[in-house]
């Protein structure tokens, strides 16, 4: 017969409490959803929606607190873009569960690093009509770039600054004018994107609209008075 001291007996107890404690947490730990999971997920959707990264870039998930206990999903985490109004370099991602427990997370995702941007050669007054060499382009933080910056000078020739522009300042649509795309009384056409899919429907502009202006708009289908912004001849974009 073995004997054992006491001081032995208290420590094989105290390992058979801790092996007891490490497998019931184990055991926790697999009716929470991985929280790694969660973020590849968001990450996958934001991508399909997302300019690609350049070599300069990347996508950046969450952050989803480490902490966060959620229901295992049994059904399987759905993914979609949260509606709202999308921005060129960010989205967000509603991760969505519906058994055994219902749930949704919505998850930030942007693409960090820099970006080239048009910016203004120099100093640029109200009225200016814009040629090549009142544009160059450089590289820029995207954390730090304005809504609706241009990454194609090309773009930008023709357009009209709308007030006095520093030289430096990044270019934005807010700044510039171009052609009127839609004027008032005329039917357009009201394009929505949520979800990843695109609804056209049939509207009636009640302002005059240059391009990149916003304008209100009446949607024939439903009588609705709503916001948007002309993104080309006779084209609205409906503002969520």
């Given at each position: 017969?073995?004997?054992?001291?006491?001081?032995?007996?208290?420590?094989?107890?105290?390992?058979?409490?801790?092996?007891?404690?490490?497998?019931?947490?184990?055991?926790?730990?697999?009716?929470?959803?991985?929280?790694?999971?969660?973020?590849?997920?968001?990450?996958?959707?934001?991508?399909?929606?997302?300019?690609?990264?350049?070599?300069?870039q990347?996508?950046?998930?969450?952050?989803?607190?480490?902490?966060?206990?959620?229901?295992?999903?049994?059904?399987?985490?759905?993914?979609?873009?949260?509606?709202?109004?999308?921005?060129?370099?960010?989205?967000?991602?509603?991760?969505?569960?519906?058994?055994?427990?219902?749930?949704?997370?919505?998850?930030?995702?942007?693409?960090?690093?820099?970006?080239?941007?048009?910016?203004?050669?120099?100093?640029?007054?109200?009225?200016?009509?814009?040629?090549?060499?009142?544009?160059?382009?450089?590289?820029?933080?995207?954390?730090?770039?304005?809504?609706?910056f241009?990454?194609?000078?090309?773009?930008?020739?023709?357009?009209?600054?709308?007030?006095?522009?520093a030289?430096?300042?990044v270019?934005?649509?807010?700044?510039?004018?171009?052609a009127?795309?839609?004027?008032?009384?005329?039917?357009?056409?009201?394009?929505?994107?949520?979800?990843?899919?695109?609804v056209?429907?049939?509207?009636?502009?009640?302002?005059?609209?240059?391009?990149?202006?916003?304008?209100?708009?009446?949607?024939?289908?439903?009588?609705?008075?709503?916001?948007?912004?002309?993104?080309?001849?006779?084209?609205?974009?409906?503002?969520?």
């Amino acid at each position: 017969m073995i004997r054992t001291s006491p001081n032995c007996r208290r420590l094989v107890l105290i390992g058979c409490v801790t092996l007891a404690a490490a497998a019931t947490s184990s055991a926790a730990a697999a009716d929470y959803q991985d929280l790694a999971l969660l973020e590849a997920a968001a990450r996958s959707a934001a991508a399909a929606v997302l300019p690609p990264p350049t070599e300069k870039q990347r996508l950046q998930v969450g952050p989803i607190p480490p902490g966060l206990h959620l229901r295992r999903c049994d059904s399987g985490v759905k993914s979609a873009v949260a509606p709202g109004v999308r921005e060129k370099s960010r989205v967000l991602i509603e991760l969505r569960c519906e058994t055994p427990a219902a749930w949704h997370l919505y998850v930030p995702v942007r693409v960090v690093g820099t970006s080239v941007v048009a910016v203004a050669a120099h100093a640029l007054v109200a009225g200016s009509v814009l040629t090549a060499a009142d544009v160059t382009v450089e590289q820029r933080d995207l954390t730090a770039l304005p809504l609706g910056f241009f990454d194609d000078p090309a773009l930008l020739i023709g357009l009209t600054a709308g007030r006095a522009i520093a030289g430096g300042a990044v270019l934005t649509n807010q700044q510039l004018l171009g052609a009127k795309a839609v004027q008032r009384g005329q039917t357009v056409t009201l394009i929505a994107d949520s979800g990843g899919m695109s609804v056209r429907m049939a509207g009636r502009a009640l302002t005059d609209g240059l391009i990149n202006q916003r304008v209100r708009v009446e949607n024939l289908s439903s009588g609705r008075i709503v916001e948007g912004i002309a993104r080309s001849e006779q084209v609205v974009e409906i503002i969520f």
